[in-house]
């Protein structure tokens, strides 16, 4: 017998794993490297938050277990954020309060999926969704948009890879990793779709506040109301309010759900850390300027990288209108000669930028579309322009 289990060994180490660990030894070695892996906002957490946790850290309420489902004030002040920000209206007995966006990833398809149960999943996906979906004993079925349309899938793909397994779509706008945000038209066609078939919608909302241009972040069950009784939101703290470390996600959706999700909590890790969820209370119920302030350094960036990158022969960028990433096509430079080798692939290439220009980007193999680089610009504008103009320098010589 296998000391590990199928189901565990079976976890696709991730892409970005390698250059990850690469990056954090050169830089251990003193390299000036600049890295644009990271997945969370490089401010510090607002002060009232702060406060708040510190406040909630002397207080006894806080020292004993408490309700796996979630503070009953925080489910509260979620259902009327929720309200407030996208217009979805749920009562607060339809929130889970989970540790983290990612747990309520993996709880909400623990909590649909039977095993061989298939869920569309939009690519360039997040590297999570796939995992999640596999260990809850699902199967991924990946269906691809590029960067002609932006990377947004229609319905006509989604039909295409419909079958009679089909349980749940996954959505994911603003997404990760490509900053595509999909206008009201397009999820109100998927949404329309979805009901027709009884397909069930997990929508990750956690860059809901993160856009730019004048768009807005579409919720799904409220441009298609009928669609609520089949659709779990996922949301969280993190990269709103620059809360990546206190853990604090949650689900909203069908009390039924919610109640067999809550259960399975129970059982899985009892009630999220109660400092945290305090924290979350006061990011939720507070006011949202700070945020905003936050989305305009974002913006600023945004700008600035989309336009360094597509000054780079053979890069092409399209502009991400939401979130914190840029995700350009490099295809057109795999298989070229830099400095004596041919990259044949974005892992390769990857590797290669690491080690000559010392910087460090995440190729798009970890979102299952090979041919690409996520850039993050959750870091400062200076190392920003530095970083870019290096690739830029290494990337010219490519014949
Ligand atoms: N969903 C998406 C699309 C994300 O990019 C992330 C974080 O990278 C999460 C969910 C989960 O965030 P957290 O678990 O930090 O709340």
Redesign the pocket.
């Known amino acids: 017998r296998s000391r590990v289990s199928a189901r565990i060994a079976g976890i696709t180490p991730s892409a970005t794993l390698a250059v990850d660990a690469k990056a954090k030894a050169l830089k251990a070695e003193g390299r000036p490297v600049i890295g644009f892996g990271a ?2 906002p490089d401010f510090p957490t607002p002060d009232h938050i702060v406060e708040a946790a510190a406040a909630a850290v002397r207080d006894r309420a806080n020292h004993g277990y408490t309700a796996a489902a979630g503070l009953p004030e925080l489910r509260e002040a979620i259902a009327a954020k929720t309200l407030r920000d996208s217009g979805f209206d749920c009562d607060p007995s339809q929130v889970l309060i989970t ?7 993996y709880s909400a398809f623990a909590t649909l999926l039977d095993p061989g149960d298939e869920v569309l999943l939009l690519a360039p996906y ?1 590297t ?2 796939p995992e999640s979906i596999t260990l809850a004993g699902g199967v991924p079925v990946q269906v691809t948009a590029d960067e002609s349309t932006g990377y947004l899938a229609t319905v006509e793909q989604l039909e295409a890879a419909r079958t009679e397994r089909t349980k749940v779509l996954l959505f ?1 706008s603003p ?2 990793p490509t900053g595509a945000v999909y206008p009201r038209e397009q999820v109100e066609a998927i949404g329309r779709w979805a009901y027709e078939h009884g397909i069930w919608v997990v929508t ?1 909302e ?2 809901e506040h993160l856009v730019y241009d004048g768009m807005t972040a579409e919720s799904m069950p409220v441009v298609v109301p009928e669609l609520a009784d089949q659709t779990l939101i ?1 949301n ?4 709103t309010y620059s809360m ?1 470390g206190w ?3 949650w689900i909203a959706g069908p009390t039924d759900v919610i109640k067999a999700a809550a259960s399975y909590q129970s059982h899985l890790c009892g009630n999220v850390a109660n400092v945290s969820q305090r924290a979350a209370l006061a990011a939720v119920a507070g006011p949202l300027d700070v945020v905003a302030e936050m989305r305009a350094a974002f913006d600023a960036r945004r700008k600035r990288i989309v336009a360094l990158l597509s000054e780079i022969p053979g890069v092409d960028c399209p502009t991400p209108q939401g ?1 914190f990433y840029a995700y350009p096509s490099v295809k057109a430079l795999l298989g070229k000669e830099i400095r004596g080798e041919r990259p044949e692939d974005t892992v390769a290439l990857a590797d290669l930028i690491l080690r000559e220009a010392e910087v460090a980007v995440v190729p798009g193999e970890a979102f299952g579309t090979p041919g690409y680089f996520r850039f993050s610009y959750a870091l400062a504008e200076e190392d920003l322009v530095e970083g870019v103009t290096r690739v830029g320098r290494l990337l010219a010589e490519a014949t």
């Open positions: 997945g969370q540790n983290g966006g990612k747990q309520a990833v997040w999570t969704y994911n997404s990760n990750d956690i860059y996922l969280g703290v993190a990269k990546t853990r604090v996600g979130a």
